[in-house]
């Protein structure tokens, strides 16, 4: 075969022209190597429709042999060129639906961690959620435990119809049980094992085609695209990828620490690890990209609880180690998240992450037009003021709002502040219900107290959590800084100076905290 070759990477619908060697000491592929003409011959003829309707593929890399005898040509397209897309159609999400919360107790003394309302009308749950939805995947398992009520009622009210289109998708909750056998009547022992009792869900045949499993906190606050995450896993062919951020010396003993090398593998993973074993873990983070200032204050790498796992190697760990009782090893990688990413499960980092939504450049925000985050539609009006004063806030739907001072709060859904209020730092959870004007007034003779904040009450710093009734003439200011206290027989808790009110807590008129 009188042979002429051309090679050149797929941009449109074209075939490939026939290129003569001449010259070819001096030349690369038939032209100069000073001289552009091929490469302007070929992009000429590649976005020309001179050559036919055959298409290449985009990213593809063709190689072309052909002979004077037009008959006669062969195609060779070297797959390892070819970039393998991951589909949302083969991921499967499972969203943890948390322990008994004890660090954010008293917020979950009567809800799953995941049902705590966040950022003045959202659930926490609506984070992993939306991100799901936002990502495509439409295949999701929630796992709930403790105090899994209100969460499964929201999930019911929003996910489960409400115009959100999961296509051939679902959202399916997958409740703590028992089952037959000793080991069978013990409830979940943790995450993997809570995992482990649902293998026999991907046996299904409606799951059989998932390929890989992210596995996703229920009380974390961020926003990701898990399909850019899904598509680095599969591009590295580990079992499992771990997604990263770096962290302070500070906080880095509340995370799972890892330590990566500069292929993104992981080589170590230490689990809130104190002391000397801290120590071990610091790493050298530029090697993210981070500036030397920045790696200097943010020295460990955490990983987010968010993983994604092939199927199979899912399947295979958790069998095995149900089966021999120990460790299984396999390949693991690092994925580094460059975005605003906190890990809301205690009181201080709720409160803080809270309170750092109204700033006026917060670092994280839930209005985004193209990957907005969802929630239960409650059908309420808009909130009236009268006489208000607002600084740096946010004031949800359906409050009514009577000559009050706001400053540096949210403000949740259905509330009611009387006249003289004045808030300051301050989380309001909101109400579930409300009371009517003529149910206010009936209380309110009979010495009761209605829920909302009676008139010229004061509140610094403090969580106000659902259906507080707080009566007249209050003061909420912890002046003595006390950092930890049960008072629940008085409807408060302070926890790391925080005053918290308790679901349904009564406060007295005239009681001060």
């Known amino acids: 075969m009188d042979?002429?070759?051309?090679?050149?990477?797929?941009?449109?619908?074209?075939?490939?022209?026939?290129?003569?060697?001449?010259?070819?000491?001096?030349?690369?592929?038939?032209?100069?190597?000073?001289?552009?003409?091929?490469?302007?011959?070929?992009?000429?003829?590649?976005?020309?429709?001179?050559?036919?309707?055959?298409?290449?593929?985009?990213?593809?890399?063709?190689?072309?042999?052909?002979?004077?005898?037009?008959?006669?040509?062969?195609?060779?397209?070297?797959?390892?060129?070819?970039?393998?897309?991951?589909?949302?159609?083969?991921?499967?999400?499972?969203?943890?639906?948390?322990?008994?919360?004890?660090?954010?107790?008293?917020?979950?003394?009567?809800?799953?961690?995941?049902?705590?309302?966040?950022?003045?009308?959202?659930?926490?749950?609506?984070i992993p959620m939306s991100n799901c939805i936002n990502s495509c995947i439409n295949k999701i398992f929630v796992l709930t435990q403790f105090n899994s009520a209100s969460l499964?009622?929201?999930?019911?009210?929003?996910?489960?119809?409400?115009?959100?289109?999961?296509?051939?998708?679902?959202?399916?909750?997958?409740?703590?049980?028992?089952?037959?056998?000793?080991?069978?009547?013990?409830?979940?022992?943790?995450?993997?094992?809570?995992?482990?009792?649902?293998?026999?869900?991907?046996?299904?045949?409606?799951?059989?085609?998932?390929?890989?499993?992210?596995?996703?906190?229920?009380?974390?606050?961020?926003?990701?695209?898990?399909?850019?995450?899904v598509q680095s896993h599969v591009d590295s062919n580990a079992d499992v990828t771990l997604s990263c951020a770096p962290v302070s010396e500070s906080r880095a003993s509340n995370f799972g620490l890892v330590k990566i090398d500069r292929g993104g593998r992981v080589t170590q993973f230490s689990e809130k690890p104190t002391g000397i074993d801290l120590k071990s873990m610091k790493t050298d983070t530029t090697m993210?990209?981070?500036?030397?200032?920045?790696?200097?204050?943010?020295?460990?790498?955490?990983?987010?609880?968010?993983?994604?796992?092939?199927?199979?190697?899912?399947?295979?760990?958790?069998?095995?180690?149900?089966?021999?009782?120990?460790?299984?090893?396999?390949?693991?990688?690092?994925?580094?998240?460059?975005?605003?990413?906190e890990d809301i499960g205690t009181i201080k980092t709720f409160y803080e992450a809270n309170l750092a939504l109204v700033e006026e450049r917060p670092k994280f925000e839930f209005y985004d037009p193209d990957t907005p985050f969802y929630t239960s539609p409650r059908f309420l009006p808009p909130t009236k003021t009268e006489k208000c004063r607002m600084v740096d806030s946010i004031i949800s739907h359906g409050c009514f709002l009577r000559e009050c001072s706001v400053q540096r709060s949210i403000i949740g859904e259905r509330s009611r502040l009387d006249y003289g209020v004045e808030l300051q730092d301050t989380l309001m959870l909101g109400a579930d219900y409300y009371q009517t004007e003529s149910e206010i007034a009936s209380l309110l003779a009979e010495g009761k107290v209605p829920i909302g904040i009676g008139k010229d009450t004061k509140i610094?710093?403090?969580?106000?959590?659902?259906?507080?009734?707080?009566?007249?003439?209050?003061?909420?200011?912890?002046?003595?800084?006390?950092?930890?206290?049960?008072?629940?027989?008085?409807?408060?808790y302070i926890r790391s100076g925080i005053t918290v009110v308790v679901e349904k807590a009564t406060i007295q008129d005239g009681t001060v905290i």
């Open 152 to 229: 499964n009622r929201h999930l019911a009210r929003t996910y489960f119809g409400n115009g959100i289109n999961f296509g051939g998708g679902f959202v399916e909750v997958l409740a703590a049980t028992q089952t037959p056998g000793e080991a069978g009547k013990k409830w979940f022992q943790g995450t993997a094992d809570a995992v482990r009792k649902f293998l026999w869900v991907f046996e299904d045949a409606k799951n059989r085609n998932i390929e890989n499993i992210l596995i996703l906190s229920g009380d974390h606050l961020y926003r990701m695209n898990y399909m850019d995450f």
């Open 288 to 341: 993210l990209g981070l500036s030397h200032e920045e790696a200097t204050d943010s020295p460990y790498i955490a990983s987010m609880g968010v993983y994604c796992f092939k199927t199979e190697a899912l399947l295979d760990l958790l069998t095995q180690r149900q089966m021999n009782n120990k460790t299984v090893s396999f390949m693991g990688q690092g994925y580094i998240f460059r975005d605003y990413w």
């Open 3 to 126: 042979s002429s070759h051309c090679f050149a990477s797929g941009k449109s619908s074209s075939v490939l022209p026939k290129l003569t060697f001449k010259n070819v000491d001096n030349t690369f592929w038939g032209e100069k190597i000073n001289n552009n003409g091929f490469f302007k011959r070929v992009a000429s003829d590649l976005n020309s429709n001179k050559f036919g309707n055959r298409k290449l593929k985009h990213g593809v890399v063709y190689a072309v042999a052909t002979s004077k005898n037009p008959n006669e040509a062969m195609i060779v397209k070297p797959s390892m060129f070819e970039k393998r897309k991951a589909d949302p159609k083969n991921v499967a999400a499972i969203i943890l639906g948390g322990g008994n919360g004890a660090q954010l107790f008293p917020l979950t003394k009567r809800a799953a961690t995941p049902a705590v309302p966040v950022g003045g009308c959202y659930r926490l749950i609506d």
């Open 460 to 492: 610094r710093k403090c969580i106000i959590d659902k259906n507080a009734k707080i009566g007249k003439n209050v003061i909420i200011m912890n002046k003595g800084d006390v950092q930890e206290a049960d008072r629940p027989e008085e409807g408060f």
